[in-house]
């Protein structure tokens, strides 16, 4: 009787950097692929490879050996070199759902130009997986998926083979690796040898295995190929008698499976338990320089420049494919496990926090492009600049906004397409060299300077479009006057008091709740590594209410501003802090509060200059609502988890390999809710909190947000919170200490009802898309022709309420004249119905897959979306 049948899959698992750099791990794959491809062509037995499911490999293997893409196209098309889907394999907590998306999007079109791509949603090493992972990988036509980290029994299975759903009901069979991907590493031809380490492995393989198809991966991190493969399995053969041995496909795997579907258990959820396999809760604040820069780049891409772009094409302008295709993979670049997760030496730091600047330059430059071709094509007003206003949200908004124009003026007015003038308000002024604006005008001995104003005014823009307004300079403007008021600030919707200590008291007006000791910081010791946070054993808290505060508020035109500065005197290093014997180090605070007119965001800018080592800085929002569970959003959706572990308790006794922290991921938002009203925080980068006490006691009623922690080694043994060997290796990353000025956004978002009937999902997408501003002027450095000057100076492409779906993205089709539309609805638990109007008459829409191929049923009339199941996204094509 056979016991299992064991599949052998060679491979390798290609981390492109890690500790060691990009460039030197090309130098081994150049010699690796080698390797690889002579052994297929020439060994009809040596039938499988698999290229660790990402074609960055590929584009990296190219740069050097172009001229070897015709054997690779041979391979792969005789389904020897098995490649694909991802671009890079995705890191799934840390990453916006854009961002998976087009990661597979990008991987599966650079796979298409050499053969068919492997259909499995393959991750052996991420850390964690998003629980809207089988949705994604649905959009794609994918309906396996295969990983290591994040299972166990609390899932609601014991069993490494099962169906996997997300809440929409989107479904995966899983085939979790319960012992890694690189079991199979280097097999020995001994029998001692073999037997040391698969009469180890193979209970724990086949006890919780559905189908005894077992899998013992050939391949680790940078190896090889094993070429006495062969003469391994004829060993094993002979050594275990009561068991098949046999090179496959992964493929082969999940067929075995699919046939036992009626036997597997279903499950839903986020895998995020570390009992039998590291997942690394905390390493959402690891590098925090890094991970800000990382979603603004996210955001920046997804929600101003696609959909400015999709605008400007609409219009008449290009759609410039191939630059937006190369600062998304740019960014994909760093989206892999250990290089977003910042557990990377200096060097490779430096080398992502690089490949971000570029990203972030192209995307900044490509927004202001499209800006200005819209701009230059509206027709000129004689001896006006022009004053646009971009709204990139799919409903009109009326916000306060601060904006720059430079005119060669002392004075000026703005003023509408009707001639009625508005009112603005001037926050400061600086003269600025003709040179910096136009080297022409300096050339011709023109030397009169320019003067640069901030400015403030509160305008309406209408949805997914823009209006623009114009500027007379040498004339008298409705100029707002700033307004004496009392030590407080103001508006609509809250009263908030700026407390001594450097913290407030927000009221709400709407639901009649008080905030009190918002911002209060708070500064605890790290232990930890570039994984995981952990703290002393010896640990001592530092609030920042125990120092003295500086504050002052300025009422400015149709804002107001709180300065609260502070400095806390906090340890040097872990080694002071554990002896209490100095307090050399500090961390200077430079907090900016902004309340603008009719605004429900309490917008927070929070510079930090960080002087000490091994610590984490928290801000804590205080909330009056108890609560045993709180909401964050994830890719496509929201997830409630609990602000308690109850494993906490006797994780160590129950073997975890680390503690099961209640530490938490959010993309834009967490909120602390009774469902009478609530508290979000809204966040451009921050992605990790905790809901803590406030004052002690076990009632857990703060939103405990990570601003930074610091640390200096990538891995370490031995953590309170994470007991034995240390993750990665044991190398010092002096950079990971974040020395130096940190700047960190985000906002206050109080509420009545629930965070769904408040529309907070939506709110924290406006949150992250800021009304972008243009300033025409006749002068430009970089010079351009210009057409014809006919577009209109309002224009709004599309139109829905706040209420209901969310957008996740517009923007041109990859291979057809027509927009790609992706929504999604918010909810966990209710199915919605929403629909959109455009501007223009729709000729075509169709539901397509996240991958832009139409699905075969045409979708509801009228440009609905029809049924949207709990945290659903669909994606639908439109012409025009």
Known sequence: MTTSRVHITPHMHWDREWYFTTEESRILLVNNMEEIMARLESDPNYKYYVLDGQTAVLEDYFAIKPENEQRVRELVQAGKLIIGPWYSQTDTMQVAGESIARNMMYGIRDCLKFGEPMKIGYLPDSFSMSSQLPMIYNGFGINRAMFWRGCSERH???????LWQSNDGSEVTAQVLPLGYAIGKYLPQDEAGLRARLDKYFPVLEKPSVTKDILLPNGHDQMPIQKDIFEVMDKLREIYPDREFMMSRYEDVFERIEALRDQLDTVKGEFNDGKYMRVHRTISSTRMDIKLIHAEVENKIVNILEPLAAIAWSL?????HGLIEKMWKESMKNHAHDSIGCCCSDKVHAEILNRYILADDMATNLINFYK??????MPTREGCDKLAFFNLSPYAREEVVNTTITIRAKAFKIFDENGNDVEYFIQDQREIDPGKIDRQIVHYGNYDPFVEYDIQLKTTVPAMGFTTLHIEGNCKGKVKVAEQKDYVMENEFYRINVNDNGTLTIFDKETEQTFDQVLRLEDGSDDGDEYDYSPSRKEWLFYSDEFKAETSIKHEGFQSVANIKLCMDVPANLQARESRSNQYGYVDVDCQVVLKAGSRRIEV????DNQADDHRVRVL??????????????????ITRPVNDPEMENWEQDGWKEAPVPVYQLMNFAALENGKAGMAVMSNGLREFEVISSQGNEEKDTLALTLLRGVGVLGKEELLLRPGRPSGIKIPTPDSQVRGKLVCDFTLYGFAGNHIEANVMAAARDNVTPIQCYNKIPYNAMKLNVGEQDLPMTFSLLEKDMAGAVISVLKKAED????????????????ITDGVQFSRPVTEWVETRMDEVVLKQQ?????QFGELRPCQAKTFRVRF
């Not at 008449?316 to 410039?320: D, S």
């Not at 200005?372 to 094509?377: N, P």
Request: aromatic residues 10%; glycine residues 4%.
């Open 156 to 162: 609601g299975t014991s069993k490494t083979e099962f």
């Open 316 to 320: 008449g302008f290009e759609y410039h």
């Open 372 to 377: 200005r071709k819209i701009v230059d094509h």
């Open 605 to 608: 800018r929070m510079e930090l």
């Open 621 to 638: 929002l205080p909330t009056p609502f108890v609560s045993e569970t709180v909401v964050a959003d994830n890719q496509f959706g929201v």
């Open 816 to 831: 057809a004249d027509a927009l790609i539309l992706r929504v999604y609805n918010p909810s966990e638990a209710e199915t």
């Open 859 to 863: 979708s509801a009339q009228d440009n």
